[in-house]
Each structure stands twice: as structure tokens, then as C-alpha cells.
């Protein structure tokens, strides 16, 4: 600065009382820290109604191989040339439906109610004679027109269509914790499974002759069942799996009746039925993704599949009225399901 030292003008004043030091160390400010909470995905909403529904895609084995006849040359019926067999064509894909209804009646219970069913098969095959030269003829140990005739010169083949429709009310309980991203759920519950056949063994010959053997089979099973669920959840994104299994009482009926037209005289038409009550069982395996589109609507998409023992299938019947039949379904689905 120009100029001498000079100081501020006045006597100097030391600031009053004795000088006191601060107590303890020289502790610098410190910024309080920033606590950054974790992100934790919302829950998946709590819903008290449901309701879903979906195609459902199913197909069933033929539940039996059983040789219905056989073609040959004639006249040497040693020398096969080509055989039917029950389960030659296989049952195909067939579209049906699913509908569930569930009501959440407590945090750890749930009642739901559900229909599947409307799938409906066709099948057949047939083997061929030769009408013309009569160089190849068919036979079946199951019809009489082949006996009668010496063999069936135009063919030899079978049709068999079935249906099956399922309906079940189950309640859901909680095992254990259960919380809003899953856990174990076990269920108790009633239902009701229809499974019918149509079996047709046909023959004919270029006479005109023609027989038709024909079955149809009613199963009307009605029993308790119990299961258990596992469910994992995430954001969006929800998958569970689940077993069934059910001791159901069945009860059939088998009905028959032989006959054609253009008949040998020796032919004897024949027409029978039979019912009875037999104990069955089911068994179901499920497995099942659902997608979180908003808050009231998911995307679902599953596997079935479902094993049915005890019951009157249509060849099954050729031989005597039996009812201890098994067929396994499964196949695939694809819906919607509305909560709220």
C-alpha cells in the first residue's frame, strides 16, 4: 500500500473477559451423508376378483392298440399286405376353451370355479381290397360279413371320434408365508370330467354288403381332489406350477349294435348296453406364465397336461364291456385374465 503504516485511529479495546478456548479437538464440518434408498419393484396389486379365459389347445392318445383286421391275397391269407390297427391315425391338436372365475376371500384364502373343455376329435383309416379281380381281400376277426363272404373285396376301416369337457370348484390356502411375490398354496376341491367315444368299425364289399359295428362309451366322472401350487413373481412377470390329483367315481355307459344292410341271410344283428359305477382317477401337471400388461390385465400362457385311468374307451369294447381304460391329454394355451 502507498504511504506508511498507520494505524485505525483510537485506542485499541481488547474484546472483554478472559480468553476461552473452545473445549476438545478441532472437529471440522462434515456434510451429513446422502442415504440412497434401493429400488424395489412395486408389488403385483391385490385383487379380489378374477377372471380369465383362453383357447386351449389339447390333444389325447387313442388309449389302446388293438388289431381290428387286415388285408391279403387271396387266396392265401398268409400273405398279408397290409394291417388296421385302432391306433393307426393318432388324435391331432384340438381347439377347446378355459374359463376361471376366482374371488379372494382373505389374504391367505381364495375360491375359484373352472370350466375347460369342447374339444372335439375325429379320426379314421381304412384298408382296401380289389373290387375288380378280387386279388386282394380284407378281414377282421370283429365283424361277421368277412366270414360270411370269404373275405371283403372293397375295404375294411374305422372312425373314432371322442369329446371331453371338465368343471371344477377349488378352494386355495396358503402354506406357510405367502406374500405378494409368491409362495406355496395348497387346494382342495370337487369336480366334474366327461370323456365320450365313438368307435365305428366299418366293412364292405362290392355286393353291396356292408356291416357296421358300432360303440359309443359315456364316462361321467364326480369326485374330490387336492393339489398343490408353487408361484414366483417379479415386476411384470409371474410363473407357477401345479399338481392335481383326484380319486373320482365313474360312471359309465357302453353301448353297442351290429348290423348293415344287404346282408347274407346268416347274418345275425346284434345290439347290447351295459352301465355300471367303478372308482377312476386324474392327475394334472400345469405350468403357467403371466405377463402384467397395466394394473387390471395380464397376458397368460400355459402347458396342460392331464391323466385320466379307469374308463370305458370305444375299442375297448370289442373284445367284452371293459372300463379300465387310460388316455393322457396335454397340449397348450394362450388367454387373458382381468383382475380387480
Known sequence: ?????????GPYAP???????????????????????????????????SISIEALWL?????????LG???????????????????????LATGMRLQISRQISDQA???ATYWGLQQWSVGRAIYGDPYGQTVLADSP????????????????YTYNSQVDSAEINERLALGFYGPYGGFRWLWGFRYLYLGDHFTLTGADSSGAYENLDYRTKNNLVGMQAG??????????????EGKVGLLANFFTQDGTDSGGSLPSQFVPWEGSHSGTDLAALFEFSLLARFRLNPYLWLRAGYQFYC???????????AAWDHGGTVGLDGLSLGLEAAW
Not at 142 to 157: A, S, T
Not at 310 to 318: D, E, N, S, V
Open 1 to 9: 500500500m502507498p504511504g506508511p503504516y498507520a494505524p485505525m485511529p
Open 15 to 49: 474484546m472483554p473477559g478472559p480468553y476461552v478456548p473452545m473445549p476438545g479437538p478441532y472437529v471440522p464440518m462434515v456434510p451429513p451423508p446422502v442415504l440412497v434408498q434401493p429400488v424395489i419393484a412395486p408389488p403385483i396389486p391385490s385383487s379380489r376378483w
Open 59 to 67: 390333444e389325447r392318445n387313442v388309449g389302446c392298440s388293438t388289431a
Open 70 to 92: 387286415y388285408t391279403f391275397v387271396n387266396p392265401t391269407p398268409a400273405l398279408t399286405t397290409d394291417v388296421l390297427q385302432s391306433d393307426d391315425v393318432l388324435f391331432p
Open 110 to 112: 381364495a375360491i375359484e
Open 142 to 157: 370283429w365283424l361277421q360279413l368277412p366270414g360270411l363272404l370269404g373275405g371283403l373285396d372293397n375295404y375294411l376301416g
Open 228 to 241: 398343490l401350487q408353487w408361484v414366483r413373481g417379479w415386476d411384470r412377470f409371474q410363473v407357477s406350477t
Open 308 to 318: 385320466l385311468t379307469g374308463l370305458a374307451l370305444g375299442p375297448r369294447q370289442l
